[in-house]
């Protein structure tokens, strides 16, 4: 990790940092692998070849975590030819009873309880042991085209800004 610059954040206007500096755009996104709800395997290779937009959230029992997934879970049927992937720290489980209270179906909710997909793109908050919020779009060759990393933690993310960029590319 020598050299990588961790990125300044706040949560509740408490200043922290994440692990390193967040993947660029135009940049590979890094391999992964991570346990979907159904204890599914979803990795790189299997959302190859469309745009995919990930909504990175630290927890999703929180409530701009749970805002951001059931916009973007709404708007899943507009977009047909893309993948939508919500990612959370918390365990399958947790993401399980979620799913189930909040009545998401439709959009993929993958578990990095590890933090290894955080540790892997930056995003990783230490001292929370949570994911930072940020929207990620990879275009169909894995590589990252569009991102929006929340510098408050508590705020939601700019919806219509990725929603607009994959309306350009659907």
């Given at each position: ?29 890094p ?14 290779s ?27 879970n ?84 700019n ?12």
């Open positions: 990790m020598e050299g990588m610059i961790a990125v300044r954040i706040t949560r509740h206007e408490q200043p922290t940092t994440t692990n390193g500096e967040p993947t660029e755009i135009e940049s590979s996104f391999e992964f692998e991570l346990k979907g709800t159904q204890g599914e395997t979803v990795k790189n299997d959302i190859s070849g469309k745009y995919t937009l990930i909504s990175v959230v630290p927890d999703i029992n929180t409530r701009v975590c749970s805002l951001s997934t059931k916009k973007f709404e708007d899943v049927d507009s977009f047909p030819n893309i993948n939508f992937l919500t990612i959370s720290t918390n365990t399958i489980e947790q993401q399980q009873d979620w799913c189930a209270a909040e009545g998401v179906t439709k959009m993929k909710l993958l578990s990095d309880a590890e933090g290894s997909l955080g540790k892997s793109i930056g995003i990783f908050v230490e001292d929370g042991r949570v994911d930072a919020r940020s929207i990620w779009i990879l275009n169909p060759d894995g590589e990252v085209a569009y991102r929006e990393l929340i510098i408050e933690q508590s705020n939601e993310p919806y219509q800004a990725a929603l607009d960029f994959l309306n350009k590319n659907k």
